[in-house]
């Protein structure tokens, strides 16, 4: 029977079947994953592309023993908002870490609503009275 054991000193071949698992249930999204003490692995599209792994916040959870939430500052996801929390032993104790890219990051929703809204300025003037059509009564 194989067995796979998520420690300190795992390897990227320790961290393969969970970081595909996950993979395929987050729709593929790219994953990526290390142990404290060794690299780890980087999946996209279904496929291991690295097996000697790691990245700066993968790094940062592990030293912090903290989720982040961040937009690297460089690697293979350089300013793409992703998700990277701790695994953790018994203790607490940061042992690895697994990280996804996040999709929900990718949209600024308040960026969105200015530039939304700069363009409804522009597209009726300076004046910031809502459209008859965009009244309350005129939706009902």
Known sequence: MEQYIISVSSSARDLIPVTICL???LGRLPVTARSRDHPGV??????????AYTGPVLEEVLAENATLRVRPPRGPYKGIPVVVAPVRDGEGRAIGAIGIVDVTGIFDLAGFMEQNAGI???MRGEDSRSLPTESPAEKR
């Open 23 to 25: 993979h395929d249930l």
């Open 42 to 51: 980087r999946i996209e599209d279904g496929k291991v592309i690295d097996e």
């Open 120 to 122: 409804r300025r522009q």
